[in-house]
């Protein structure tokens, strides 16, 4: 079935250090593709996403490019914040399901000043 | 905004009792879901709602079931709670297919349950 794989984290960086976070799909198709935010204590929000082949998503310095060769949607931020410290999910939409989103396991950000 | 509420963010419940999580959307969205999320596991989906008294199965509904009579409301309820259920419980709403891409999902806070 289709699948999310994520680098484990947790994830240490120093403020303003420039961010990757990995995120591999399985899937048949074409799914959509997305990055969900969950900083602490809160639910979990959309950050960007993208729903064809080399789109670009992008929002609050983040970005992700939709790579079907590789299948692969990986998170880059050039100059993290501490603000940025959460957990983030990357998740598809199967072509065949159009409710369902699969996530992956979550990769935890941690920034320090 | 679209909000979702969760009525209830910390539960402690005993084994065998019978759990009610509630989860209100003010959007007047179509669609409703129930997430648990377990960490190193992500979220998995345990039921969703496309319409008001209509149901599917996610991808681990044992032990669960759900109650959707209003369109703006989608309980989970738990008939006979027990420890492997203590988890985070997140509720969704969305407009429309995801697959559109214009149509994304909208969380509660969550709603944290311990079963002892």
Known sequence: GDSVTQMEGPVTLSEEAFLTINCTYTATGYPSLFWYVQYPGEGLQLLLKATKADDKGSNKGFEATYRKETTSFHLEKGSVQVSDSAVYFCALVPRDSSYKLIFGSGTRLLVRP | ?116
């Open chain 2, 1 to 116: 905004d679209v909000k979702v509420t969760q009525s209830s963010r910390y539960l402690v419940k005993r084994t065998g009792e019978k759990v009610f999580l509630e989860c209100v959307q003010d959007m007047d969205h179509e669609n409703m879901f129930w997430y648990r999320q377990d960490p190193g596991l992500g979220l998995r989906l345990i039921y969703f709602s496309y319409d008001v008294k209509m149901k599917e199965k996610g991808d681990i509904p044992e032990g669960y079931s759900v109650s959707r009579e209003k369109k703006e409301r989608f309980s989970l309820i738990l008939e006979s709670a027990s420890t492997n259920q203590t988890s985070m419980y997140l509720c969704a709403s969305s407009f429309g297919r995801l697959t559109s891409g214009a149509n994304v999902l909208t969380f509660g806070a969550g709603s944290r349950l311990t079963v002892l």
